[in-house]
């Protein structure tokens, strides 16, 4: 099992750019959460989704959307980025909401200049 | 937010003990969780409580009061790599009862443990 896989690694973006950032997981999870962490600011939930075809919004969702068309794949888009959007976002899974461990993925290191 | 506080900065011999203190404030209380990370790399698992008490696992063990708001977690017999930031998270049922697996971080602890 490959668990919790990112793409890209790394990005650089300039202000206004669009990109969307890949979270797939190959262990059946039915819960899926995008995260962003910023120095000092600790992990701030983005977006969750809690089956395939539901989304939902987290403590910081604006300049943000996301999709959940099958149950392994969680996409992260950012239309028009902005400088501060720059930040290490952390993809996670859990099977069920009472399951007590996330599983995360490695991160995306993204920079907006 | 949830209020989760925990110290910025810890330091710690090699082969010493360290406690990370965590205290939170929240309503719905659903457990609190401990994760590592390693620098450049992604959170990981140590440890969960939901009841009062102590759980201890290997070198490591974590503590709850709910009544305080309170949690710690210890490492023993310190070692090289276990210099890292360590996550304390809250998990609260919304006003449906219902947690939706969300996991509530404090701002981290990071731990530097010396020769």
């Known amino acids: 099992n490959a668990g919790v896989t990112q793409t890209p690694k790394f990005r650089v973006l300039k202000t206004g750019q669009s990109m969307t950032l890949l979270c797939a997981q190959d262990?059946?999870?039915?819960?899926m959460y995008w995260y962003r962490q910023d120095p000092g600011m600790g992990l701030r939930l983005i977006h969750y989704?809690?089956?395939?075809?539901?989304?939902a919004k987290g403590e910081v969702p604006d300049g943000y959307n996301v999709s959940r068309l099958k149950k392994q794949n969680f996409l992260l888009g950012l239309e028009s980025a902005a400088p501060s959007q720059t930040s290490v976002y952390f993809c996670a899974s859990t099977f069920s909401e009472w399951h007590n461990e996330q599983f995360f993925g490695p991160g995306t290191r993204l920079t907006v200049l | 937010g949830q209020n989760i506080d925990q110290p910025t900065e810890m330091t710690a011999t090699e082969g010493a003990i360290v406690q990370i203190n965590c205290t939170y404030q929240?309503?719905?209380?659903?457990?609190l969780f401990w994760y590592q990370q390693h620098a450049g790399e992604a959170p990981t698992f140590l440890s969960y409580?939901?009841?009062?008490g102590l759980e201890e696992k290997g070198r490591f063990s974590s503590f709850l009061s709910r009544s305080k708001g309170y949690s710690y977690l210890l490492l023993k017999e310190l070692q090289m790599k276990d210099s890292a930031s360590y996550l304390c998270a809250v998990r609260r049922l919304s006003d449906r009862g219902s947690t939706l697996g969300r996991l509530y971080f404090g701002r981290g602890t990071q731990l530097t443990v010396w020769p």
């Open positions: 929240t309503s719905g209380f659903n457990g």
């Open positions: 409580n939901v009841l009062d």
């Open positions: 989704s809690v089956g395939e075809g539901t989304t």
């Open positions: 262990m059946n999870h039915e819960y």
